[in-house]
């Protein structure tokens, strides 16, 4: 994975003034666009289509200390008009090209990423690997913003909109795993984009051809594998530590790659003010 992540920078490098097809250079690297965009983005910290505008724009601000027309510029780095450009421009250094032309700068410079990953496996993971039939996951949906650090308010805010009543009537319904009460994160953006909205359905599992009430919102899940990883400790600390070693250590040593589905949490027990809990992190893989 992470010499794949390595090639994708820099045919990156040397395409920046060209359109880049991210699906049809992870196609020709042996894997998919989707894994591509996740492991990218929780390696780097950032998007790929964010990475590719701050190199684009970093060495743009090289040109523009020359004398080529600022047209000719932006057109090259495949902007249509200089405001347009211009805009691209001041969201990566704060400053327009105007400014940068007269002053020199200030510039905020992206510098070329190169992957470099030590694997110690220090931390063992307690991981399964789950063959599963498709199945339906019902409750009460909202979109959200993702937020990768600490509790998520909206996650929160849309929880404690529901009846009491309304928990238990969801346990009653669930008949397949995962089991219990599930987080559920679908229609994430694959950039994994810290604001980006996501579908949180608040939910059980049940098997496919369960009748569910109708006032319910429902995501219907193809059969496949999952990697389904058990966390206990801090919560959501763990959790997210957890979700974030899935890039960094577990994935670059196994033979699976992420697939498109929603990511599922399983709170399998929690302390009474939820501050420490143990639940299963179901993500959807298949072989790479």
Same mark, same amino acid.
């Given at each position: 994975m992470i010499a794949l992540l390595n090639r994708v920078v820099e045919y990156i490098e040397g395409h920046l003034t060209e359109e880049i097809? !991210?699906? @049809? #250079?992870?196609?020709? %690297?042996? $894997?998919?666009?989707?894994?591509? =965009?996740?492991?990218?983005? +929780?390696?780097?910290?950032?998007?790929?289509? @964010?990475?590719?505008? *701050?190199r684009r724009m970093t060495v743009a601000a090289a040109d523009l200390l020359g004398d080529e027309d600022l047209l000719g510029i932006a057109v090259r780095f495949g902007y249509g008009s200089t405001e347009a450009f211009g805009r691209a421009f001041r969201a990566v250094h704060g400053v327009g090209p105007?400014?940068? *032309? =007269?002053?020199?700068?200030?510039?905020?410079?992206?510098?070329? %990423?190169r992957f470099r990953l030590t694997v110690e496996g220090n931390t063992p993971m307690d991981t399964r690997i789950a063959a599963r039939p498709s199945f339906r996951l019902v409750g009460h949906a909202? *979109?959200?913003? %993702? !937020?990768?650090?600490?509790?998520?308010?909206? !996650?929160?805010?849309?929880?404690a909109s529901l009846p009491q009543a309304e928990h238990a009537r969801l346990k009653a319904i669930s008949n397949t795993e995962p089991e219990g009460l599930l987080q559920?994160?679908?229609?994430?953006?694959?950039?994994?984009?810290?604001?980006?909205? %996501?579908?949180?359905?608040?939910?059980?599992?049940? *098997?496919?051809? $369960?009748?569910?009430?109708?006032? #319910?919102?429902? !995501?219907?899940?193809? /059969?496949?594998?999952?990697?389904?990883? =058990?966390? +206990?400790?801090?919560?959501? /600390? /763990?959790l997210q530590e957890t979700w974030a070693a899935t890039a960094t250590d577990w994935f670059p040593s196994n033979p699976w790659r992420l697939r498109p589905g929603p990511s599922i949490v399983a709170v399998l027990d929690r302390s009474p003010d939820f501050s420490t809990a143990t639940c299963e992190l179901w993500l959807p893989v298949e072989r790479g």
């Open positions: 097809d !991210i699906s @049809e #250079l992870a196609s020709g %690297l042996g $894997t998919t666009d989707y894994h591509a =965009r996740r492991m990218f983005s +929780s390696l780097a910290g950032m998007p790929l289509s @964010e990475y590719i505008r *701050r105007a400014d940068v *032309r =007269r002053d020199g700068g200030p510039l905020r410079t992206q510098p070329q %990423l909202a *979109r959200v913003p %993702l !937020i990768h650090h600490g509790v998520n308010p909206h !996650i929160q805010a849309h929880i559920v994160s679908a229609d994430v953006d694959p950039d994994y984009g810290e604001g980006s909205e %996501l579908t949180y359905l608040h939910g059980v599992a049940v *098997r496919e051809g $369960t009748a569910t009430p109708e006032d #319910l919102d429902v !995501i219907e899940v193809p /059969a496949g594998s999952w990697a389904v990883f =058990r966390i +206990s400790g801090a919560y959501p /600390a /763990a």
